[in-house]
């Protein structure tokens, strides 16, 4: 599989000694999205900055696209898109004016900015000041801007964080469509159900530290316990039962309650991938 992030073994520590990530090693391949899920303060930004060159690791190394980060930066930051919690948006422009400006820096000369607007449906907006914009439409043009010049990888970090429901969906949207145009993304959140939903791979990070890395799917057979919920009527109340899958005689106790009570409903239910964080780190994403 083609590696186009090889992170091995790199750290950050604070001047004020704070270890914000602590030796971790990990890859991203081609067209795949990586979730980065963790607390607040675990460390996902510090980790972002240094894949985009932005703080220089103090341990490992860095590969993007095949190329060594520390001597590189430059070009590999010609390939990849960034969108960051710190908002530097030009207030007085257009978003078309800050997509072309935005563009004219990366020596794009005729950027598609409708195309890219429309991707987040800000195009009816385009010509709009800035200033006038919501929280959630100045973040969907940050992510169209991290779009202008078509990267092969995609930064996003906490790109829905305390989002409307309509903004967090576009830029949703936007994460699934860079992926089937073959960009791999690295997004980190401290939603499960985001990271659940949009991510081939998912890592829990805590304390500065990888605490597993996997599917979903693998996460949750690996460490959560499925069950089954069933409900049956006995004596005219409702009754819930709840069987382990794993449980060797559940076809038994399913029987027997079929036969003995009038079956209301049943349905499996997964550990959610906050279940397992817990299981995993022994606290939560809050
Ligand atoms: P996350 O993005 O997961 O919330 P961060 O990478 O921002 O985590 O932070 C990891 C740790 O590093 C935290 O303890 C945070 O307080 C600390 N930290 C982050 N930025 C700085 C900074 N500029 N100076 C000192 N400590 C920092
Ligand atoms: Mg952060």
Redesign the pocket.
Known sequence: MEKVINAENIS?T???G????DNISFHIGKSEVLG?L????????????MLIGFLNSQTGKIDILGKNMAHNTDEIQAEIGVCF?EKNLYEDMSAIENLKFHASLYGIKRPDVNAILKKVDLDKRGKDKVASYSKGMRQRLMVARSLVNKPKILFL??PTDGLDPVSAKAIRKVIREEKERGASVFL?T?DMLEADKLSDRVAF?DK?KIAAIDTPDNLKHEYGKRTLKIRYQENGQVKEEELSLEAKDIGKRIEEIRSQYKLHDMHTEEATLEDIFIQVTGRGLE
């Open positions: 950050y604070y001047k004020k704070v270890k914000a990530v980065f963790g607390p607040n303060g675990a460390g996902k930004s510090t980790t972002l900055k919690e970090d906490e980190t401290h990070i500065g």
